[in-house]
């Protein structure tokens, strides 16, 4: 049965460099969250995990969306401020891993501030309706987030996306059961949340992968953090591992079934944040909860017809 989804057009990888790829760090770097965090409940006490941690983004690396999204996305910007479909959809895809807000605000500095925002508000809508219906896992993502689970790494996710749509998004293709926590747009920016994370997880092992410049120099900024990255490649658009690790990507690939592979070789060259011999405040630190072996069967996957 057909699902509706449009199959992408690929283009075989380059090693040309990127339209928008300077050498030094990027000016978007220190950009601050455009969303006001707010506090529902008193945030998660630091607790002790079994292995480690892996930070997963999610639009590009778990799910193969972006070829979707930054078509929204040009579309978006020439309606709003004249930049030509396929300029904005490139200066969409180099400054992705940032809320869109924080995009705008870096690409149109000088358009006044509520035409940036009418502009997000727009594109948020278009993304859940016309983007993320056709959204899906990477075909390697459900067996290796499987596997990394039942070896006893915590996953959890950080996504310049709004959290509420990252969680319905995930529950919807069957991968929310995976994680701990997600972490989006509301909480703030993708260096904010590893700074939260490793708050919550002090004494682990940590890792992020992500798919964009601002995913690896995110991880520049926290200590104790190795970035691992997925490169991509569809039809107008190229980022290739050599890219990745120029910014700073410890490991990437096209593909992340060899992810589970790679952690191990990191976990036995990477020490954990602190070494054995831990204080009596640092015993009392508190035990994630795991699921029982009844409830580790993945659920069935919904698919859009």
């Known amino acids: 049965m057909d699902s509706g989804r449009r199959q992408p057009e690929t283009t075989e990888p380059s090693d040309g460099e990127l339209p928008i790829a300077g050498e030094p760090a990027s000016p978007y770097f220190s950009t601050s969250r455009s969303t006001p965090t707010t506090t529902t409940a008193p945030p998660p006490e630091p607790q002790e995990v079994a292995r480690g941690v892996v930070v997963f983004d999610v639009d590009g690396t778990l799910l193969d969306d972006l070829r979707w999204i930054s078509d929204v996305a040009g579309d978006v910007m020439h309606r709003a401020f004249g930049t030509a479909p396929d300029e904005g959809r490139v ?3 180099a400054t992705t891993g940032l ?3 924080a995009q705008l605000a870096q690409l149109y500095p000088e358009a006044p501030r509520a035409l940036r925002e ?9 993304k859940v309706t016309e983007a993320y219906a056709h959204a899906e896992p990477f075909p390697d993502v459900p067996k290796m987030l499987h596997r990394l689970s039942t070896e006893g790494w915590t996953l959890v996710v950080s996504t310049g996306a709004e ?3 990252a969680e319905l998004l995930l529950e919807r293709e069957g991968l929310r059961f995976w994680f701990e926590s997600v972490l989006g747009s509301r909480d703030g920016t993708k260096r904010e949340h590893l700074i939260e994370y490793r708050r919550r997880y002090p004494n682990a092992r940590m890792f992020l992968v992500g798919d964009s410049r601002f995913d ?13 990255g997925r490169a991509s490649s569809f039809l107008g658009w190229t980022l290739t591992p050599e890219d990745l690790r120029k910014w700073g990507a410890a490991w990437a690939d096209y593909s992340l079934a060899e992810l589970p592979e790679v952690l191990v070789r990191w976990e036995r060259r990477t020490p954990p944040a602190t070494r054995p011999g831990r204080s009596a405040a640092q015993k009392r630190v508190r035990k ?9 069967a993945a659920p069935a996957r919904q698919r859009r017809r």
């Open 91 to 93: 200066h969409y895809l």
């Open 99 to 101: 809320p869109f807000e």
């Open 118 to 126: 009418g502009t997000a508000r727009i594109f948020h809508q278009r």
């Open 163 to 165: 959290t509420e749509m």
């Open 216 to 228: 690896m120099e995110a991880v520049q900024a926290v200590p104790g953090v190795t970035a691992l």
């Open 288 to 296: 994630p909860s795991r699921p029982g072996r009844s409830q580790r």
